[in-house]
């Protein structure tokens, strides 16, 4: 059985097509901000002052990481040797993380008000 047509084919003999539109309801007359592009997010993301909480995540990653890495690869005791060595490398990187982020913020900052 074959299926019927869901569409009209709305080209022309010199195959052209013109686009109906939007039919499903009314359009508005203001208009949105055109979205940002990429770079303009980037820019965005990276003038914003870094947190403590942003290192916390981080820092939390890479411990999670490399408690995992570290309970695999033991010899023995492995979840107590996992946790006690994530919780060092937590400890480790947390204001590792948050004061490497402020310098580079800085940097930045001090190189867009040179220009």
């Known amino acids: 059985m074959a299926r019927k047509r869901r569409r009209k084919h709305r080209g022309?003999?010199?195959g052209t097509v013109e686009a109906r539109g939007r039919t499903s309801r009314p359009t508005t007359t203001t208009r949105k901000a055109a979205p940002k592009t990429s770079r303009e997010r980037r820019e965005e993301r990276l003038n914003k002052p870094p947190t403590w909480r942003g290192s916390?995540?981080?820092?939390?990653?890479a411990a999670a990481a490399f408690g995992i890495f570290i309970a695999i690869t033991a010899k023995s005791n492995k979840a107590v040797e996992g946790i006690v060595f994530a919780a060092i490398v937590f400890l480790f990187y947390l204001p590792m993380?948050?004061?490497?982020d402020r310098f580079?913020?800085?940097?930045?900052?001090?190189?867009?008000?040179?220009?």
């Open 104 to 115: 580079m913020y800085r940097r930045r900052q001090r190189r867009q008000a040179g220009r």
């Open 97 to 100: 993380t948050y004061y490497l």
């Open 56 to 61: 916390v995540n981080r820092a939390l990653l």
């Open 12 to 14: 022309t003999q010199a």
